[in-house]
């Protein structure tokens, strides 16, 4: 009777083990692995690991320029209108940018964020990446639930696992916020730096396994707030999914309604596809698209990859070269992220650099008419709850739609301001108006210009020949009235 391919999956691992311990010489050892551990070159040469040191210096240059226009052009507008006690993401610029490990907001790597069920290889496919096999940081695998801490795997000068604690209270990383979700979740927050050539592009975030019949509040913190910040810092969600285990539950429902509004970012992995014959998989794949469907409520399914990401050899008689073309395409999409991801940290800082610069318009504009409805004889705090209260009748959004080209998409909500103007008074801003100097201008003009001119110039210097159309333009930016400077001639 032929063996099956998930049998033939069993009997290599445990053949592995029993080859090893019968040998006696360190040669025999590295024989007996290389015929079954995989070959992993195509990794690096995928990746162009090999090829990084000018792309760097570029990279590094562009990013301190970047990081020059946020400090110069768009900090200031922020703390003038205080824009951060608005909006929940704050953008924390790393503090130092020569010794190549300066996280935040702005300097961090792209972030790979790895989700799925319990078991389904996902910190194994990260051991495979990284070549973490029989290393001492390899992350721990097995067929129980093994992931109980959130790791975050990022590049260092030395290899060292760091507490949640301590990540959490360095502010020169992008973890700071972190603190927020308690102690009880900082006691399950691990990071490992080592210094490898992929960890200089990217960090790899290994979350825990979604176990269905564990209730939420048994995990001591909010999981999936905690999930949602991952997220939405993420540049590829890799979701992973084990052949043998589709069935979909409430916490995994509650994952995908999580990742709405991220899909361009999503991958799936049906990961251990060697585990299972051709016409079985086929079945498996038709039956996790049916599952996953009234999850997934876009036009076009996110990219599903089918292959096996561990450091061993294909199980004999499966779909070997499809697997094969399947992770090279996935590491294809893995080095699409990280050679883009200075223009998508210029787009992300351009489109904060907007939202600020509106935020600025409004609270002007609201600052504006409660001075044209003042009396002598009113009260000012009646005054300004009704204009709060009912902004549309005093045309405080309208008016900035119909004179700065803002598209109606971009505004916050009229109940946001409720609550930022209950705790921060009007008299505590200025007009747009007063916001200018003789010698550093106007807070206006610069955030403009970082809009319409720098930040533009920035991606096409970094793009030689790719001038992206129409971002300096007004209609596109949404340039409006700009306040006269009382300090310079006309």
Same mark, same amino acid.
């Not at 269905?212 to 001591?220: A, F, T, V």
């Given at each position: 009777?032929?063996?099956?391919?998930?049998?033939?999956?069993?009997?290599?691992?445990?053949?592995?083990?029993?080859?090893?311990?019968?040998?006696?010489?360190?040669?025999?050892?590295?024989?007996?692995?290389?015929?079954?551990?995989?070959?992993?070159?195509?990794?690096?040469?995928?990746?162009?690991?090999?090829?990084?040191?000018?792309?760097?210096?570029?990279?590094?240059?562009?990013?301190?320029?970047?990081?020059?226009?946020?400090?110069?052009?768009?900090?200031?507008?922020?703390?003038?209108?205080?824009?951060?006690?608005?909006?929940?993401?704050?953008?924390?610029?790393?503090?130092?940018?020569?010794?190549?490990?300066?996280?935040?907001?702005?300097?961090?790597?792209?972030?790979?964020?790895?989700?799925?069920?319990?078991?389904?290889?996902?910190?194994?496919?990260?051991?495979?990446?990284?070549?973490?096999?029989?290393?001492?940081?390899?992350?721990?695998?097995?067929?129980?639930?093994?992931?109980?801490?959130?790791?975050?795997?990022?590049?260092?000068?030395?290899?060292?696992?760091?507490?949640?604690?301590?990540?959490?209270?360095? #502010?020169?990383?992008? +973890?700071?916020?972190? %603190?927020?979700?308690?102690?009880?979740? =900082?006691?399950?927050? @691990?990071?490992?730096? &080592?210094?490898?050539?992929?960890?200089?592009?990217?960090?790899?975030?290994?979350?825990?396994?979604?176990?269905?019949?564990?209730?939420?509040?048994?995990?001591?913190?909010?999981?999936?707030?905690?999930?949602?910040?991952?997220?939405?810092?993420?540049?590829?969600?890799?979701?992973?999914?084990?052949?043998?285990?589709?069935?979909?539950?409430?916490?995994?429902?509650?994952?995908?309604?999580?990742?709405?509004?991220?899909?361009?970012?999503?991958?799936?992995?049906?990961?251990?596809?060697?585990?299972?014959?051709?016409?079985?998989?086929?079945?498996?794949?038709?039956?996790?698209?049916?599952?996953?469907?009234?999850?997934?409520?876009?036009?076009?399914?996110?990219?599903?990859?089918?292959?096996?990401?561990?450091?061993?050899?294909?199980?004999?008689?499966? #779909?070997?070269?499809? +697997?094969?073309?399947? %992770?090279?395409?996935?590491?294809?999409? =893995?080095?699409?992220? @990280?050679?883009?991801? &200075?223009?998508?940290?210029?787009?992300?800082?351009?489109?904060?650099?907007?939202?600020?610069?509106?935020?600025?318009?409004?609270?002007?504009?609201?600052?504006?008419?409660?001075?044209?409805?003042?009396?002598?004889?009113?009260?000012?705090?009646?005054?300004?709850?009704?204009?709060?209260?009912?902004?549309?009748?005093?045309?405080?959004?309208?008016?900035?739609?119909?004179?700065?080209?803002?598209?109606?998409?971009?505004?916050?909500?009229?109940?946001?301001?409720?609550?930022?103007?209950?705790?921060?008074?009007?008299?505590?801003?200025?007009?747009?108006?007063?916001?200018?100097?003789?010698?550093?201008?106007?807070?206006?003009?610069?955030?403009?210009?970082?809009?319409?001119?720098?930040?533009?110039?920035?991606?096409?210097?970094?793009?030689?020949?790719?001038?992206?159309?129409?971002?300096?333009?007004? %209609?596109?930016?949404?340039?409006?009235?700009?306040?006269?400077?009382?300090?310079?001639?006309?």
């Amino acid at each position: 009777m032929p063996v099956k391919p998930v049998q033939c999956a069993k009997i290599h691992s445990q053949r592995l083990t029993s080859d090893l311990l019968f040998l006696s010489t360190e040669e025999e050892v590295e024989d007996v692995l290389s015929n079954i551990l995989r070959d992993r070159s195509h990794i690096d040469e995928t990746l162009r690991l090999a090829s990084e040191e000018n792309a760097a210096e570029n990279y590094h240059a562009a990013l301190q320029k970047l990081r020059k226009i946020y400090h110069s052009a768009i900090k200031p507008m922020e703390q003038a209108y205080k824009y951060n006690e608005l909006r929940a993401h704050e953008i924390s610029a790393g503090r130092t940018l020569g010794d190549g490990n300066t996280d935040g907001e702005i300097t961090s790597k792209p972030m790979v964020l790895f989700l799925g069920p319990w078991s389904v290889g996902k910190s194994s496919m990260i051991n495979y990446l990284l070549g973490l096999k029989d290393s001492p940081y390899q992350l721990y695998t097995g067929a129980e639930p093994t992931t109980s801490e959130f790791t975050v795997i990022m590049h260092g000068k030395k290899t060292r696992s760091i507490e949640g604690i301590v990540m959490a209270a360095d #502010s020169s990383r992008s +973890f700071s916020p972190l %603190e927020k979700f308690g102690q009880s979740f =900082l006691e399950k927050l @691990i990071g490992i730096e &080592m210094p490898h050539k992929l960890l200089e592009r990217v960090t790899f975030v290994d979350t825990p396994g979604i176990i269905e019949n564990r209730k939420q509040q048994e995990r001591g913190y909010p999981f999936n707030d905690v999930c949602q910040w991952f997220i939405d810092r993420a540049d590829l969600i890799f979701v992973t999914f084990d052949p043998t285990k589709l069935d979909v539950g409430l916490e995994l429902e509650m994952l995908f309604r999580q990742l709405k509004g991220r899909e361009s970012q999503i991958r799936i992995i049906l990961n251990k596809a060697d585990n299972l014959a051709t016409q079985d998989l086929m079945r498996v794949y038709g039956a996790l698209f049916w599952s996953l469907a009234p999850l997934i409520n876009v036009t076009e399914p996110p990219r599903v990859y089918v292959s096996s990401f561990w450091p061993y050899d294909y199980a004999p008689d499966t #779909s070997r070269e499809l +697997f094969k073309r399947e %992770e090279i395409s996935l590491l294809e999409d =893995l080095n699409q992220v @990280i050679e883009n991801r &200075m223009e998508n940290k210029i787009a992300f800082i351009r489109q904060h650099a907007i939202r600020v610069r509106i935020h600025a318009l409004l609270v002007d504009r609201y600052v504006q008419t409660f001075k044209d409805k003042m009396s002598y004889f009113s009260d000012p705090d009646l005054v300004f709850k009704e204009i709060v209260d009912d902004p549309d009748k005093f045309f405080i959004f309208k008016s900035i739609l119909a004179k700065t080209n803002v598209s109606k998409f971009d505004l916050p909500n009229r109940e946001a301001y409720q609550d930022f103007f209950g705790v921060n008074p009007i008299g505590s801003f200025k007009s747009l108006s007063a916001q200018c100097s003789y010698s550093g201008g106007c807070l206006l003009d610069k955030i403009e210009k970082a809009i319409t001119s720098e930040l533009p110039g920035l991606l096409s210097s970094i793009n030689p020949g790719k001038a992206p159309p129409g971002l300096s333009s007004c %209609e596109a930016t949404g340039c409006g009235d700009k306040p006269k400077n009382r300090y310079r001639k006309n």
